[in-house]
Each structure stands twice: as structure tokens, then as C-alpha cells.
């Protein structure tokens, strides 16, 4: 597979910034400064990565509660992502939609979703509207494995399959729906397998190494462009965080959590640049110090934007019925 | 102690080649009934004592389970009492282990790449690899009661070793003169810089194909010798072939479903022990028995052989033929 | 043009305007295509569109609402049908979660140009899943338009704006009302939502009706005017957004009011129609806020059962009567 140096950089990148932003958003919470609910996708950088390093901007993508990862590899701006976490004006859904629900839809970016499992048949419909148009777009369908008990989860494989739709269904399996380990919540220990249940492919990828993820997607991407019908790809992957900023995580062993912070993404991914003279340590450093700076900046534009006025909670309903105010 | 080892791979049967190949899907459920029709046909021949490798689908514990549950279950069996790491060291340790209990034959469900990890630790005891992974050429497609059985007659005594069990050749690897890797099949040496999602099938980035069998009706990389060489399981010998050099060309079923045209050397016949000297101008990697594996470095001194040191492996009809002259199935 | 046709037919006919003007829109449901759908209102559009766009989907309601949110998000105009409102619970979350509140929770930034029909209200026999009045729920929802027609003109102009309007709109059509015919002007102009129609001119009461109940209380208004009792009959046609104006004036009219639905009471759609007028209209009413509704059962099977709990044109004579 031709994958050149430029593509892996640029995929170290990618996760770097996820992280750092994660990173102080978890901080930022943990101040008071980001109200709400947030959940992190430290651990899980390079399925996003991997899989939206094969995207073009016309696709589109889907996402789940644990999103911002998703919409930074999809190409998201980090300044109006930050800006939508502190309810600001200037966020990506000016303040109303917040860490779950940030979206761009001129990035193909169809949002975060709250509810677990909705974001499978959203995704079937526009990759069904890609067919339709006749467009070569593809919908990448992002989930974990919790939602993949929800009926949501079969309607739409069964549907993509019998339509041969462009879509592909990414499992982020990070072992836990919400506080229960997957043995203990599906019969299965592979998501991959009920693919056969809806005749399409189903593979498992180790969702830690960003190369792996992105070989499987550009397989499955390529297969729904040249219209072949939806794959699921499952990443096995794990949450460094909690299920949410704030969450005790009492039902982890703190020996696995070791386990999996061995195997961090970024952290392979570095060391593969280094062995195969991809970059020098200073080259990395310059990259990480880059990233830094974005952030920092990015933090400084959300802190200086204004709130919304709060007429604005009754605009943005309909396209043409703005609702009464409170007098 | 008539003592029988099941090591069962929750991983195999899963990768990439079920994206771009066709490749067949094995459910971890369907191992845990192979695990039990494994279990009960032993049992009926004979075997006193199970022990199996635990796992992260805990296939052993849902096995036992559901024997008990059904009353089918008069042996003991016994999960090993290891702490597991979810990865390839499982079961590289539990064959470790399972010899020290004195298994008298060890089954194994998985791939060509469980089966190289048991010939990893395995000493003497007879091993049959039952095909529960994908593009396999190693571990047969067989019915758990029929492996059973042969374990059984393995496992009890109830003929010779010697002649129902043959020992496998292996494919060593060596960086300076240390062993740091075995194949059992066969070992590709690819310019793809990175392990990735590990199958391999683009014939491009291929440089040399070594084989310790080779037959045009077996799958994947051996058989892009096997359509010009037949090496024999049991032959002393092996045979390399250079990929994307010389003037032949040959079709080879190099995945699941995956006819490809490919131009190749005239292969060369390896002897036992005879070294191939590797000196690499480029960085790479080695894929063994399918897998993307030993990455490799400029200049680096490797050597790879083929030997007689691998696994001994039981040929499950001929000793249940031996058996049945014995008048094992005479009850 | 002017055409004798039914409800049914005018709802097709809308459908099938708009597709031959606009490739974008298409028609997702089950059994829509060749069967023609449950209730025959798809029809024959499959010969005209084919498969792609009269298109048959599996039984999964929650992957029919879901993928027309898709779909409306990345730039088609969908047409989902449910055949029975009644299912709608079954993709309630790709509804009341998603396409109602996408458009908010991103900022306005996207839009969801989709319909969503269903097949609604009693009187069939099909017992209690398959005969329910669920406006309240829906209405009920920011983010959501309520459409109900009452005779094949309205549901003709109603649906046009439905398809038009780049907001999901929910289109329920009653089940009884199907096969009603009357003439059609098809060269209409959309009828737009939130316009009120006065089906019957009245001084002494205003009753407020929707679907099949603006039949019943036509059949009502006859009956009180044989003892000289004008009602005059006010259908929304559309319950979100709520033409309040027009509800407004009749009230100044008449001062009385009865709310006529055929929804289970407690709850209802009706109440909040009896709570705008308390609200924004009390000092023109002389008598109490009065509806006439479903009694609070589930829809029982057996005819004589069923036609015990909903309401009919005798429960709205009975009502009017009480208030003068």
C-alpha cells in the first residue's frame, strides 16, 4: 500500500492535536470553565485519524458523544470547536449544541450525537443521498461498541446492505459501554462478527495503531466509492479517560488501564517515525510545540468571543418561525 | 493422566482479508461448540483430563458451562490458571505450561499464526491444528469430534507415536546469529516499512518468498512457489523465489478468492540448514506464515534457514486407521 | 385543472407534482413501491419514478425517519411514510431527537427539507396500536410542523407546502377520510401552513375541528341549526404552527367554543387549543372552554366498544348544547 511520509506526519499530527485538545478540555472542566457534560477520546486518536486520513471534505461522517475526535480528524476548526464548548457565540453551533452536538456541515460533518446509536441510520441516509445524486461520496459511520445493542445498529447495516450503500461502519471498541465491560454486555467479543448476520465484510483492526486503522479504511472506503456497499471495521481501542469527565471509573482495573496506556497511539506511532527516520526528535518537538500554540490560541479565541444574546435560544428552530420571547 | 491441551485463538479468523478477500468469518461462538465437541468426543475415547488456555472470550469457561449444563460433562477440565495478556504471549505461555502438566497431545483452534505461536514454546508432545483462521495452510480444516477422537488415541496410548506423528519442518530466522523468529510455512520479505492491519497481500511490495511447503492447492504466499514447486510437507528440503524479478510468470491463489499474476524467479531449492544470507538495502518487513511481523533495517545481518525443529504434528486419519487396527473403537 | 378525486389520490397527486418538478424529492416507506402502500396512497407513483425514488424499505421505522434526516441533511427533500402513526414510536428518537432538533443544535447551520406521513385516528377496527391520535406528541415537540387535512383540497395544497417547506414536517392523514371524494382543483397554489379554514359560517359557537371531527362537526352544525343554532366551523388544517387569528375572531364572533379531536383527553392537542384561548382570548368567552375528545382508553377492538370512546357528531350537538 502506498502510504508516504507526508501521509504518516500528517496523521501524527492529526492525533497530537486531538490529544492536546482533549487534554485541556479535561482541564478546562476540571477549572469550571467548560459547563456540562464532556467525554474524551484520549486512547482512541488514531481510529479517527486513521479512518478520516482516507476522507475527502465532500464526505461525510457521523459521530458519536465522544466526538471532538472525529471532527478534528474530519478537519474541524479547533477555535470554533473550543468556542461551542464554552457556549459561546462564535462556536460551531453558536452555543446551542455544546460538546455533544458540534457539527460543520460544510465538512461533511453531519454531528455529534447524544443519543447512542442514533448516528447509524443518519449516516445510511446520507450515504443513501450519495447514491442517489450519483456523487462518489462516502459516509463513514463512527460508534462504539455499547451502541451496537441498540436496534438502531441492525436497521441500518441491514439497510446499507441491501442498498449497497457507501457507508462504513467504524467500531470504536473501547471495552466498556458506559461502566459495563462488553463481556458482560454482548455475547460476542468481536462486533465484526454480526457483519455476516447482514452480508458485508467485518474486520478487526487493532484501533491503536493508526496504520493499521488507515489501511483498513482506505480498503473499505475504496470498496464503498467503486460502489461494492458498506464494511464494518472494527478498532479495538480503550478510553484513557471515563466514560465522562468527572467518572470515578471504579469499574476498571487500574492493571488494565496500565496495560492499555502501554499501548498508546501516539506514542507508537512516534517511535515508528523515529525508527524509520521519519523524523528526528527535534522535528517531532517543533510539531508538538505547534500544536501547543493552536491550542492555546484556540482557548484565547473561545475565552475572548462573546456569550450569545439570549434572544437568540428562540432563533434557529425552524428555517422561517422565530418563537416568542419572554417578556 | 490420559491429559489433553486445548488452546483455543479468540482472534483468529477476523482480519483485513475478510475486507479484501472474501475470507471466511469464524465467530467466536462457533469455537466454543468446536471446544465442546472437542471435549466430549475426547472423553468418549478415553481422555481423563482437559486443560484448556484461558482467553478473553473466555471460550474455555463457556464450553465447561454449558457441558455441566447439559450434564454431557464426566471429566474434569480445567482452566489454566495464568494471567492472560489478550495477545499472542497467551498462548505462547499456555503451550509452556500445558507441557509441563504433561498433556499427551495438544489441539489447537486458530490460524497459521496460533499454530507458529505454540511452535514457538512446543517441545515433543504431537500437536493437530484445527483451521479456525483464514488462508491457512498449516491447521486442516477438521470436525471437532473427528480431532477429538484423534486426541484421544493420542492422549491414551493406543498406538505408536512414531508412526501416526511426523515432525514438521520450520523456517528460522536469525538477526546476528540469534534465532529471533520462526515461521512455519513461509516468510515474505516485504519493502511495506510498517506491521499495519499485519495480512499481507500486495504482491507489489514483494521481494522474495521462502517456503517450507509449497503445493499449487494450498492458499496464500507458498503457492507462489507451490505453482511452479511442489515441496512436500515431509520433504527434507525447502525452496525460495524472487517476486517482481525474472521472466516467468505464474498465477498464484495468494489470498482467499484471489487469483493474481505474478512475475518470479525460477524457484530455488533450500536444503535443510542451509543458510540464506539476507543483507537488506532498504527498510522492510518479514510477514511469517501471512502476518507482517520482524520489521527490518538497512544493512542488517539476517539468515534464514529451514530446519526439521518444527512442531510434531499428528496425522489424524492415519492414526485413527491405526487405531481402528488396533481395535481401539472395539468396545 | 379540476378533478372528482379522494384524499388519497389528492395526497399522491401532490407527491407526484412535486417529484416531476424536483428530482430531489423522493418517497421512502414501507411497502410504497410496487404494493403501492398500506393504505394504497403511494399507488402507482413506482411506474412513473421507479425503484429508486418510490422506494420499499425494510420494516425498521427508526432506519426509515433516520435515513430521511440523512438524506434531508446532505441535500434531498425525503417523503417518509409510516404506515401507521402508531409506529411512529418505534422511530421516535430519529424524530423527536434528531430531525427536530438538528437544525437548533448545530446553530441553524443545516436544514431538513423532509416529510413525514402517517396514517392516523380511529373508527378501522384495528384495535388499539394501529388507531391512535398522536398530534399531542408531536405538536408537542420545537422543531417539528403538524399538518392534519380534513378533505382531499386541503390534504392537495397541504402536502405541496409540506414537501416545499425546508423544515421536517410531520403530514397525518386520516385513515377514514381516504376514500372521501369531492373536486379538486389541481392548479391551486400551495396551500401555506398556518392558515386556518372556516368550513362552515356560524354566529352562536365556533367549533374547532381537525380531520375526520371537521366532518363530524359539520354533521353537528346541521343538526343544532334545525333548532337555530348556528355554529360556525373553524379547521386549523395545520396544528403547528396554529393559525391563532382566525380561531381568535370566530371567538370574538361567538363567544363560545368547543374543541372538537379525536384524541384521547387528557393530554390532548385540544387542551392546548383550550389553553391559547384561556390565555389570549378569555375576555371573550361567555362560556367555558369545552372539547369533545376520545375517552382516556386505548381504542378497543370490538365495533360497538370503539364506537363508544370516539367522539362523534351527537357528543359535539350534546356539547354545544350545554353551553348556551
Redo the contacts between chains.
Sequence with gaps: MDLSNEKVIQMYRTMKRIREFESKAAELFAEGRIPGFVHLYIGEEAVATGVCANLKESDYITSTHRGHGHIIAKGGDLKYMFAELFGKETGYCKGKGGSMHIADADRGILGANGIVGAGHNIAVGAGLSAKYRGTDQVCVCFFGDGSTNQGTFHEALNMASIWKLPVIFVCENNLYGISMHQSRHQAIQDVADRAVAYNIPGVVVDGNDVLAVYEAAKEAIDRARSGQGPTLIECKTYRHRGHFEGDPTIYRDPEEVNEWLQKDPIIRLREFMLDNNLLAEEDIKKIDEEIAAEIEEAIKFAEDSPFPPVEAAVEDIYTDIVEEVRR | MKAIGIIAN??SG???????S?AT?V???EKVNIVKRIILSAQGCGVDRVFIMPD???IGYKAIEDLKISKELKIDVEILNMKI?GNVMDTIRATKIMEEKGVKCLVVLGGDGTNRAVAKSITTTPLIGVSTGTNNVYPEMLEGTVVGMAAGVVATGACSIDQGCKRDKRIEIFKDGQLIDIALVDCVISR???????AIW?IK?IDMVIVSRAHPASIGFSTIVGTSLIVGKDDDFGALIHVNSGNKKVRAPIAAGTIEEIRVDEPRILKLDEAVCFKPTY?GIMALDGEREV?FKVGENIEIKITSHGPYRVIVDRILELAQKNGFFET | MIKTITYSEAIREGMRKRMKEDPNVFILGEDVGEFGGCFGVTGDLIKDFGEERVRDTPISEGAIVGCAVGAAATGLRPIAELMFIDFVTVGMDQLVNQAAKMRYMFGGKIKLPMVVRMPTGAGSRAAAQHSQSLEAWLTHVPGLKVVYPSTPQDAYGLILSAIDDDNPVVFLEHKLLYAMSSEVDLDIDPIPLGLADIKRQGEDVTIIATAKMVHEALAAAEELSKDGIEAEVVDPRTLFPLDKETIFKSIEKTNRVVIATEETKRGSYAGEIAAIIAEECFDYLDAPITRVCCLDTPIPFSPVLEDYVIPASKDIVHAVKKLL
Excluded at chain 2, 511495506?192 to 499485519?198: F, M, R
Design positions: 479468540p482472534a477476523k482480519d483485513i482479508r475478510r475486507l479484501v472474501h468469518v465467530d467466536n461462538n478473553t472470550f473466555l495478556k511495506q516499512k510498517y506491521v499495519g492491519s499485519k500486495n511490495d527498510n520489521p
